[in-house]
């Protein structure tokens, strides 16, 4: 599975858009790129998912450029409860075993 | 959506007993599931696969014959932390896969044993 690198924390203010970026510099024609989120004392959840270009849906969007080299989670108008650690996994979608490495996340820290 | 159970969700137990954890899909077939570590501000540690019908499939550095995983069955799977020490406390999670890809993967609760 390809190795990822985020930020270790951010800071943000409620209102503000936020942007949070993971590199994955040997990610394989097969990787999709995955974004989770974990509160304190709670499983992970899963945000958002895609493999090239852009992914939007009802809470975030991804954007992954043409060389899949990086990618952005970005989160619109964030609010207290989006203080939670994020998490990038790169992985193949159809893997047999389908098991999740996480890396060390990005604490966002959002203040009022 | 798929939803997935731990039982218990807190557990204190003494040095040297062992404590069962459950993890079940609940609304959903789980043909695999994963069980994760977690240590305070560090990330989730991949423990062991579970296959239902078959033998774990364990991570290196985890002991097999200290955490036990059982998958008896395609919507429960257990793990058992033999003579539990004050070292292995911690915030135990797992995730069930739905089978139909990377991303179909939904994770418990999470179940925080605490041993003294």
């Known amino acids: 599975l390809a190795k990822t690198t985020q930020p270790i924390s951010m800071d943000s203010y409620e209102g503000q858009e936020v942007n949070i970026t993971c590199s994955h510099n040997?990610?394989?024609?097969?990787?999709?790129i995955t974004w989770y989120q974990q509160f304190p004392s709670q499983g992970p959840r899963f945000i958002i998912q895609?493999?090239?270009t852009k992914v939007t849906n009802e809470v975030a969007s991804l954007f992954i450029p043409a060389d899949r080299k990086s990618s952005t989670l970005s989160l619109p108008r964030v609010s207290l409860s989006d203080t939670a650690v994020y998490y990038c996994?790169?992985?193949?979608?159809?893997?047999?075993?389908?098991?999740?490495?996480f890396g060390k996340g990005t604490k966002l820290s959002v203040k009022p | 959506g798929a939803v997935v159970s731990q039982h218990p969700s807190r557990v204190i137990c003494k040095s040297g007993t062992s404590v069962k954890i459950e993890c079940r899909s609940l609304?959903?077939?789980?043909?695999?599931m994963f069980w994760y570590r977690q240590f305070p501000k560090q990330s989730l540690m991949l423990m062991a696969t579970?296959?239902?019908?078959?033998?774990?499939?364990?991570e290196q550095g985890v002991e097999k014959d200290k955490f036990l995983i059982n998958h008896a069955s395609l919507t429960l799977s257990t793990l058992t932390v033999t003579s539990a020490h004050p070292e292995d406390s911690s915030f135990y999670i797992c995730?069930?896969?739905?089978?139909?890809?990377?991303?179909?993967?939904?994770f418990g609760p999470g179940t925080r044993l605490t041993v003294t």
């Open positions: 895609g493999y090239k």
């Open positions: 996994l790169v992985g193949d979608y159809g893997g047999s075993q389908g098991n999740l490495i």
């Open positions: 040997n990610i394989a024609t097969n990787d999709y």
């Open positions: 579970s296959n239902e019908g078959s033998k774990a499939t364990y």
């Open positions: 609304d959903f077939q789980a043909t695999t």
């Open positions: 995730s069930a896969n739905t089978g139909r890809g990377m991303y179909e993967q939904y």
